[in-house]
Structures are given as structure tokens and as C-alpha cells.
């Protein structure tokens, strides 16, 4: 059985369509990977500029005061 010009024109509709989906995909995934690696970036220069500061990031805790239950 032959094929009709009209499904090839679909199989050819198709196959666009996926491409397409793909090509879409993948830069998506670039955006994504791209946006990570600058949110990190500037979290890390963030942190850099507070401890410039002399900020502390974190408090520090000892075990050196009683709990509060006296325990």
C-alpha cells in the first residue's frame, strides 16, 4: 500500500512538532542549569561581602549553659 500525500504531509507535521518540543526542551534545561550556577554565584558573593563586614553568619552556641530544665 502506498502512502498518500496527506500523511506525509502528517508524519512531516509531526516530526516538526517534535523537534521543536525538543529544541524547547533543551533550552530550558540550559536556562536552568545557567540560572543555578548564577543564583550560587551571587549567594557566594553575598556571603563573601558579610564576612568583609564582619558579620557573623551564624551565632555560635556552646553546651556550657544549663538547660532550662536544670537537667
Given at each position: 500500500m502506498t502512502e498518500s500525500h496527506v500523511d506525509a504531509a502528517v508524519r512531516a507535521r509531526i516530526a516538526r512538532v517534535r523537534a521543536e518540543e525538543e529544541r524547547k526542551r533543551k533550552q530550558r534545561e540550559e536556562l536552568a542549569a545557567t540560572r543555578t550556577a548564577g543564583l550560587a554565584k551571587r549567594h557566594a558573593q553575598k556571603l563573601r561581602r558579610l564576612a568583609?563586614?564582619?558579620?557573623?553568619?551564624?551565632?555560635?552556641?556552646d553546651n556550657s549553659s544549663p538547660a532550662a530544665s536544670g537537667a
Amino acid at each position: 500500500m502506498t502512502e498518500s500525500h496527506v500523511d506525509a504531509a502528517v508524519r512531516a507535521r509531526i516530526a516538526r512538532v517534535r523537534a521543536e518540543e525538543e529544541r524547547k526542551r533543551k533550552q530550558r534545561e540550559e536556562l536552568a542549569a545557567t540560572r543555578t550556577a548564577g543564583l550560587a554565584k551571587r549567594h557566594a558573593q553575598k556571603l563573601r561581602r558579610l564576612a568583609e563586614k564582619g558579620w557573623e553568619l551564624a551565632p555560635t552556641f556552646d553546651n556550657s549553659s544549663p538547660a532550662a530544665s536544670g537537667a
